[in-house]
Nanobody, 122 residues
Framework: VQLQASGGGLVQAGDSLRLSCVYSGRTFNRYSMGWFRQGPGLEREFVAAISRTGDNTYYTKSVKGRFTISRDNAKNTVYLQMNSLKPEDMAVYYC????????????????WGQGTLVTVSS
């Protein structure tokens, strides 16, 4: 079982990107899913999370109103729509799965994707 993240790239400030993360197993709907990011020299930080059913979403303050997390359990996929990107959003973005709680804390994430790089030029 693994997570495969994709969708990163080089964009200009103000542009949009949509990240995707596909879960390869059969138990996707047992996991809360989260997106985290790690900038150069920084610790991995929480960005957004979504509950197992998709009914509840959570965001870090700096992305609220610009980013939207969603999931399609039929496709075993979680998305992160990122609008109005800023240079400070530049980081490697990771998806993570947490079976026990909402995936807002990196230290409790049980399964990680490989990361996808988002570069934002000013």
């Amino acid at each position: 079982v693994q997570l495969q993240a994709s969708g990163g790239g080089l964009v200009q400030a103000g542009d949009s990107l949509r990240l995707s993360c596909v879960y390869s197993g059969r138990t996707f709907n047992r996991y809360s899913m989260g997106w985290f990011r790690q900038g150069p020299g920084l610790e991995r930080e929480f960005v957004a999370a979504i509950s197992r059913t998709g009914d509840n979403t959570y965001y870090t303050k700096s992305v609220k109103g610009r980013f939207t997390i969603s999931r399609d359990n039929a496709k075993n996929t979680v998305y992160l729509q990122m609008n109005s990107l800023k240079p400070e959003d530049m980081a490697v973005y990771y998806c993570g799965a947490d079976q026990d709680d909402i995936a807002t804390n990196a230290q409790y994430v049980e399964l990680w994707g490989q990361g996808t790089l988002v570069t934002v030029s000013s």
